[in-house]
């Protein structure tokens, strides 16, 4: 007998373990600096050698053969996509910024907004990831309309999903989990001002219970992934499912794969925990939309 989607994820799991790479054993922020530091290193040994071969060249070409080496070594390196567009841009925005000569004061509140915002990037390698409209319309179309389900969003940035799931579905909970000081603020006045049934906590997703939940929805980056799973199956109960937006579970079969016709080419990965065994009706009506929408994908 063939195994289903749901049990071969969980096989997959176990059978194909992910290597750890060098860059993932180093913090981000120390690995970031290691490759501008290459970067530049490589771009100075250069220079001394069209110095010596009587080459000029003017600034801006090395700026960019800089960015250009340092956008090589992250990639060579596997780092994550939105670090490599902050290494090609780095060095052309400090040459800049020192051309411009703006108050110091602007220095300091632009570190004190990306603190703000994006605090999990340094700590946990997650940034501020915005779900698409499409992508909150694909997301419900998943969920049931006649039953009332227990639904997590793990890092739920502004609250756009929860906001959207707790207005638009019946839950007997709707949650949103955020650390990042900015994105929980205007998330959780974003549901208190609306009319759902959503709430915001300002919480450790590593720490918060998922025992009860129907549904878990990640829209966080390729980092904790597999820790995410692990967590999943050992909390989360047979049946229910774990919805993550543009990161798929490495060497775990999804259930289904729903494209989104939006800006960033999102894709809806969903993965449902094995085991038929006691699964209530809302289980079932939670999965039911997911075989229509697979078939029509196919």
């Given at each position: ?218 829209y966080l980056s390729p980092v904790p992934m597999e820790r995410l799973w692990r967590k999943i199956i050992a909390e989360m109960r047979p049946g229910a499912l774990f919805i993550s937006n543009s990161f798929a579970v490495p060497g775990v079969d999804a259930l289904a ?42």
């Open positions: 007998m063939n195994p289903s989607p749901s049990e071969g994820s969980l096989s997959g799991c176990e059978q194909h373990p992910q290597p750890v790479r060098w860059i993932d054993r180093l913090s981000p922020a120390l690995a970031g600096l290691l490759v501008q530091v290459g970067a530049t290193v490589a771009t100075g040994a250069l220079y001394g050698l069209a110095t010596m071969a009587a080459l000029e060249a003017p600034l801006a070409c090395w700026v960019f053969v800089q960015a250009a080496l340092a956008v090589l070594l992250a990639t060579a390196a596997g780092q994550a996509r939105w670090w490599i567009v902050m290494h090609s841009v780095f060095v052309p925005a400090a040459l800049l910024l020192d051309r411009l000569s703006p108050p110091s004061w602007m220095y300091l509140a632009g570190t004190a907004l990306l603190a703000l915002t994006n605090g999990n990037a340094m700590r946990e390698r997650v940034p501020l990831f915005l779900t698409s409209r499409a992508a909150r319309e694909r997301l419900l179309a998943l969920l049931p309309e006649d039953r009332p389900i227990r639904f997590i969003d793990v890092g739920c940035g502004f609250g756009g999903v929860v906001a959207s799931v707790g207005r638009e579905r019946p839950t007997l909970e709707c949650l949103g989990l955020e650390t990042a000081w900015l994105p929980y603020l205007v998330s959780r006045l974003r549901c208190a001002l609306s009319p759902n049934q959503a709430t915001v906590a300002r919480r450790d997703l590593w720490l918060h219970d998922l025992t009860c939940a129907d549904v878990v929805y990640a794969s729903l494209p989104v016709d939006d800006a960033t080419g999102s894709v809806l990965y969903v993965y449902r925990l094995p085991g038929a065994g006691g699964l209530s009706v809302a289980h079932d009506a939670i999965a039911a939309p997911i075989a229509v929408s697979s078939a029509a994908c196919s």
